[in-house]
């Protein structure tokens, strides 16, 4: 059957005497501007409500009176609508429009940082009246004050657009700073004693059509004639923001947010658009590091790699290839994660293998449930959450959902141990304890017969239920508490994927490539693929030469197994467990027991400073590759800069260590991995390189992928300027310098490095045979058997039960906030100062009862540590139970966590 849609969906207008199709309900200004008309503007942006504020957009529309000046940003196209933008009258409102507002703006472009990539510079030049007749003294302000640790404020330089305020009003939902005054007294302010705090502060000052709003760690650093970008993937956590990376000599100078229509949409999360700053820090590691005499010393890469294959050969000789463990690897592009697993499943001959470093999820629940979209979660007929505090962990997947609630009604169910940043925008909440999140999921999907279930009353979860009607709900699922098992949340996961009719699942775990490695067979248990060791065996055993005989042990039983002295080779992939593992005891046990430890990091942690040979590793913008974010959507990462010294991207460490083990992965590039990747993982088959360097997949490939091409696809690089940014009304990714001020078209700085050939594609849901008559080369082996199945998960095993209530003791919820005592935060100096101290959250009604009605100081006891901390009452946190912040220092819950237990309890008293 024929396509109708552009038939029936659009409607026809006239501008300029060109006809045009628009759609109906969009504005003119859109609808003009994907015809290639652009009209100036600059309040009006694709991602927020129009207001009509600046003017600047005038145009004669004409109506039942003749022609008219009207807002194109303000008035909907109409069927047979005539639109004129380019007559005299125009001409002189545009004139008028740009006169007016350089009444009182500094004439300081020479020092301004947004001097050469300012559309008020641009828009005057091409549309103002060429002169002023402005002769009186201008409006003078102290300049710049301070509105947030991150943002200054230049008064003398804002428009009143109105960008800033809405932005923070309607899409970060912290309406922190407002317009004050009159007339010439207008500006920018915020409320006494609250400064601009808003995780998504950045935004406001990309965004900002002027120099008004400056970033502070930005300013005075470079000017755009200097600086060159590439674009990539934000791997901070696992949204996968797409961003232009920029650089000026041999440092990165900013971050900025591309739109990326099914991520991101233009936006950054301050940490993800200030991290730049560790990438530039003069403490990185520059060298390989060898313990000799008990000290850590500079070494050359040969004795360095010498040393750490010795190591983990004499282990493996002596205890056995069970007795090699590699740990972490979530933050790894896809390339350097498959070569590690190729390497510890192939040549090391060990399945103890976890990207996780126990703060997610069972990596076969992961891969196994039918996984949704940002995009499905956003239209859902429900949306649940059983998840951590999005807006901590993962901030713009936050602003999406928020957006999806607030703008477009979808109903939010929270299934949660304490209050998060999306609870008010649930219809329900259901606040259960620590360790009963089946018990809630089963009474959801099967009812209640009690008064009350996991501390719920039945009211709450029958109202939740009628939620849940409709076919098709997501379920946002992550770990909501560090102090409790993944397994839990993952045998909640297994209720609602059997009780909810075609229920699919977006992972919410937070480390920048978790997926990715999960996908490369960074998992015990798992090869890469998303396929299991025992389906998979036979298939990468003929590629690979030999894979694992038993499933491995995760990243608990690891360093469960190393504390016990099993575990006598250890290798540790940018992973700092002592600081990153919820059960800081266990962590610390393990690395002291561990008999021989090889560190591959960016810097020098607690974990990477007991190890026995340090090897420097790239870091992001210093490495080329793949990501994947949390929705399975396969994105480029562009190199910018070099890496420090002589640290080298992971995936070429692997390869060499290989070569000094006996062994040889095959590999002499990115793109032979690619392609190994691609051959003979299921899950990855068809997604070539060439695919994903396709403009119409810019915005990514989603894993497996189905072979569709995306329905709107970017215009052509010289057409970038004169069309929009991804909005439903405009075309989705092009490079507008008027909504994304300082991007100009990526193509014209540079692409992530790759050999762009004719995009080919495999055939669907299979694996590319290669040319007809000939057996695929894989390596040095020949893949001549059937791909494995890919993953289907069922929970097998309940998680251990809760252990009865104490009424003594209170049972601990734990998690991240975004700024807290992380390596990359704390070598970002603009980020580390927003480090809050950690602080213990009860319920006012635990807190009276301790006779502390206010908070205060108090005495936290486990079996694990005493400690004292301070409290503050937090009607968010349920009754029994109390909050504290995962890594942010000392007196946080790692200190406190059982690993093994099913849940943590806690005494708190008076000092």
């Known amino acids: 059957m024929a396509d109708t849609t552009s038939q029936t969906d659009t409607v026809t207008i006239t501008v300029d005497g060109e006809p045009m199709a628009a759609r109906p309900g969009e504005m003119v200004i859109a609808a003009a501007e994907r015809g290639g008309v652009y009209i100036p503007r600059f309040c009006y942006h694709p991602r927020m409500r129009p207001v009509g504020m600046c003017r600047m957009?005038?145009?004669?529309?004409?109506?039942?009176?003749?022609?008219?000046?009207?807002?194109?940003?303000?008035?909907?196209?109409?069927?047979g609508q005539e639109v004129v933008t380019?007559?005299?009258?125009?001409?002189?409102?545009?004139?008028?429009?740009?006169?007016?507002?350089?009444?009182?703006?500094?004439?300081?472009?020479?020092?301004?940082?947004?001097?050469?990539?300012?559309?008020?510079?641009?828009?005057?030049?091409?549309?103002g009246p060429g002169e002023t007749r402005f002769v009186e003294e201008k409006r003078h302000w102290a300049k710049p004050i301070s509105l947030s640790a991150l943002v200054y404020l230049d008064r003398e330089r804002c428009i009143q657009c109105d960008r800033c305020t809405r932005f923070a009003d309607e899409v970060a939902g912290d309406p922190l700073i407002e317009f004050k005054g009159r007339g010439d007294h207008i500006?920018?302010?915020?409320?006494?004693?609250?400064?601009?705090?808003?995780?998504?502060?950045?935004?406001?000052?990309?965004?900002?059509?002027?120099?008004?709003?400056?970033?502070?760690?930005?300013?005075?650093?470079?000017?755009?004639?200097?600086?060159?970008?590439?674009e990539s993937t934000c791997t901070m956590c696992a949204v996968g923001c797409r961003v232009a990376v920029q650089s000026s000599g041999s440092e990165l100078t900013r971050y900025i947010g591309l739109d990326s229509d099914p991520v991101n949409h233009g936006w950054l999360c301050d940490k993800g658009r200030y991290s730049y700053e560790y990438v530039n820090s003069e403490e990185r590691l520059s060298h390989p590091l060898v313990r000799k005499a008990g000290e850590l010393v500079e070494a050359s890469w040969g004795e360095a790699l010498e040393a750490a294959a010795r190591g983990l050969q004499g282990a493996r000789a002596v205890h056995g290839a069970a007795s090699l463990a590699v740990l972490g690897g979530a933050r790894l592009p896809n390339e350097d994660a498959y070569a590690w697993a190729k390497l510890a499943k192939g040549v090391l001959g060990t399945d103890n293998v976890d990207a996780q470093l126990g703060d997610g999820l069972p990596a076969e629940a992961v891969l196994g449930l039918p996984r949704a979209t940002i995009d499905d979660a956003c239209s859902a007929p429900a949306v649940v959450l059983l998840a951590p505090d999005l807006k901590e962990e993962l901030p713009v997947l936050y602003l999406r959902l928020r957006a999806a609630a607030v703008a477009g009604g979808v109903p939010f169910l929270e299934l949660?141990?304490?209050?998060?940043?999306?609870?008010?925008?649930?219809?329900?909440?259901?606040?259960?304890?620590?360790g009963e999140a089946p018990a809630l999921a089963r009474a959801l999907v099967d009812g209640i017969s009690g008064s009350e279930v996991a501390g719920v009353p039945a009211a709450s979860v029958a109202a939740a239920r009628e939620l849940l009607g409709a076919e098709g709900a997501v379920v946002v699922l992550g770990r909501p508490s560090l102090a409790e098992p993944g397994e839990s949340i993952a045998a909640a996961a297994a209720v609602l994927a059997g009780g909810l009719p075609g229920v699919r699942f977006l992972p919410a775990l937070r480390r920048g490539n978790v997926l990715g490695a999960l996908d490369m067979g960074l998992a015990p248990g798992l090869l890469p693929g998303r396929v299991a060791l025992a389906d998979g065996r036979a298939w990468f055993a003929g590629a690979w030469g030999a894979v694992p005989e038993a499933r491995g042990l995760d990243a608990a039983d690891i360093l469960g197994a190393a504390a016990q002295g099993r575990i006598q080779g250890l290798v540790l992939l940018g992973a700092d467990p002592v600081a990153d593992f919820p059960d800081h005891q266990l962590a610390r046990a393990a690395l002291s027991s561990a008999g021989f430890v090889v560190s591959v990091d960016t810097f020098l942690t607690e974990s990477s400073g007991q190890a026995d040979v340090v090897l420097p590793a790239a870091a992001f913008a210093e490495r080329a590759g793949t990501t994947t974010n949390l929705e399975g959507r396969i994105t480029r990462l562009g190199q910018k800069i070099v890496p420090p010294g002589v640290a080298?991207?992971?995936?070429?460490?692997a390869a060499e260590l290989a070569f000094h083990?006996?062994?040889?992965?095959?590999v002499e590039s990115l793109e032979d991995i690619w392609q190994e990747v691609e051959r003979l993982a299921p899950s990855h088959a068809g997604i070539t390189r060439s695919l994903l360097a396709d403009r119409d997949h810019r915005d990514g490939v989603v894993a497996p992928f189905d072979g569709r091409v995306p329905t709107t696809s970017r215009p052509p690089a010289e057409a970038a300027t004169a069309t929009g940014v991804g909005s439903t009304t405009a075309v989705p990714g092009a490079v507008d310098p008027m909504s994304t001020p300082g991007v100009d078209a990526v193509e014209t700085h540079g692409l992530p490095a790759t050999e762009v050939a004719p995009a080919e594609t495999a055939p669907s849901g299979g694996i590319d045979p290669g040319p007809e008559g000939e057996e695929r080369q894989v390596g040095a082996a020949v893949a001549t058997s059937a791909a494995p199945?890919?993953?289907?998960?069922?929970?097998?095993?309940?998680?251990?039960?809760?252990?009865?209530?104490?009424?003594?003791?209170?049972?601990?919820?734990?998690?991240?906030?975004?700024?807290?005592?992380?390596?990359?935060?704390?070598h970002a100096p603009s980020l580390a100062a927003l480090a809050a101290p950690p602080r213990l959250r009860a319920n006012p009604y635990d807190l009276e009862r301790l006779g502390m009605g206010q908070g205060g100081q108090v005495r936290v006891r486990s079996n694990r540590a005493t400690f004292l901390a301070d409290a503050v009452p937090d009607a968010g946190v349920p009754r029994g139970s109390v909050w504290l912040p995962f890594n942010a220092g000392e007196g946080s819950a790692g200190e406190v966590v059982d690993a093994a237990a099913p849940v943590t309890d806690l005494r708190v008293e008076t000092p």
């Open 661 to 666: 083990l006996g062994g040889d992965l095959g």
């Open 187 to 230: 500006e920018i302010a915020t409320f006494p004693d609250q400064p601009f705090a808003s995780y998504f502060s950045g935004n406001t000052v990309q965004i900002c059509p002027v120099g008004a709003l400056l970033s502070r760690p930005y300013r005075f650093k470079a000017r755009p004639w200097d600086v060159e970008q590439v």
């Open 57 to 79: 957009c005038l145009v004669e529309v004409k109506g039942p009176r003749g022609f008219a000046l009207q807002p194109a940003c303000f008035i909907p196209v109409a069927d």
């Open 648 to 653: 080298r991207p992971d995936w070429m460490i």
């Open 416 to 434: 949660t141990p304490r209050r998060t940043g999306m609870s008010k925008y649930c219809r329900t909440s259901l606040a259960y304890r620590p």
């Open 789 to 826: 199945p890919m993953l289907a998960w069922s929970s097998e095993h309940g998680p251990q039960s809760p252990p009865p209530l104490d009424g003594y003791a209170l049972r601990l919820v734990s998690g991240r906030s975004l700024y807290d005592q992380g390596t990359l935060v704390q």
């Open 86 to 127: 380019r007559s005299a009258k125009v001409k002189k409102a545009q004139d008028g429009v740009l006169e007016f507002l350089l009444v009182n703006h500094p004439l300081d472009c020479p020092v301004c940082d947004k001097g050469g990539e300012c559309p008020l510079q641009d828009q005057t030049l091409a549309y």
